[in-house]
């Protein structure tokens, strides 16, 4: 219903994005070329105005009255947030984990491999540990990608949170103290 029969864009680039992460993450050029391939379909889908679907194909054009509610290109920025988010922290998650919000340094050639220093996503306590630490690499798997880039009140309006946050707080929602909650009010 939000994007009517455009939802296929958007499952689509998603589908690439998780298969493009898999296939590229901890190696040298992993982020950099999702970076290339989430700004090159921004600025695509922004440019062709959501790809109308009469310009793929005339027998299409009745698909063009059936859009949905929200315009999809213009929600896509905040879906490759998330999708950028995934391919980071399994590219850190693989390349043995980040330290204070940095990308850990690459081993010397002739050093032993180094383990990622991998969380329990049941025992991260904090919003700082659960997004400093990676998560062990079965955490980065389909179901868990589509649940974080389309959960409807992150797809629509955000916050965007890391992957490894989401996962963990999934895994163990956080504990508010009506404290803390008063302090938002």
């Not at 890391?162 to 009010?185: C, H, I, R, Y």
Request: positive net charge; contains cysteine.
């Amino acid at each position: 219903v939000l994007h009517g029969a455009c939802a296929v864009y958007v499952v689509a680039l998603a589908g690439i994005s998780y298969a493009l992460s898999q296939a590229v993450a901890g190696t040298r050029f992993g982020l950099p070329l999702m970076w290339l391939y989430c700004c090159g379909t921004l600025f695509a889908a922004r440019q062709l105005e959501g790809l109308p679907f009469r310009s793929i194909s005339p027998a299409l054009a009745f698909l063009d009255s059936h859009r949905g509610m929200l315009r999809w290109h213009i929600h896509y920025n905040l879906l490759i947030l998330r999708m950028l988010s995934f391919a980071c922290d399994l590219h850190w998650a693989r390349h043995g984990g980040r330290q204070a919000g940095h990308r850990a340094a690459l081993p010397a050639p002739d050093s032993p491999p180094r383990l990622a220093p991998h969380a329990d996503p049941h025992n991260l306590q904090g919003s700082k540990a659960r997004v400093a630490q990676s998560l062990p690499l079965h955490c980065y798997h389909l179901p868990a990608f589509l649940a974080y880039v389309f959960y409807p009140p992150l797809y629509i309006a955000g916050p965007i949170i890391t992957f490894n946050s989401f996962v963990a707080q999934l895994a163990s929602p956080p504990q508010l103290k009506v404290k803390q909650v008063e302090q938002w009010g």
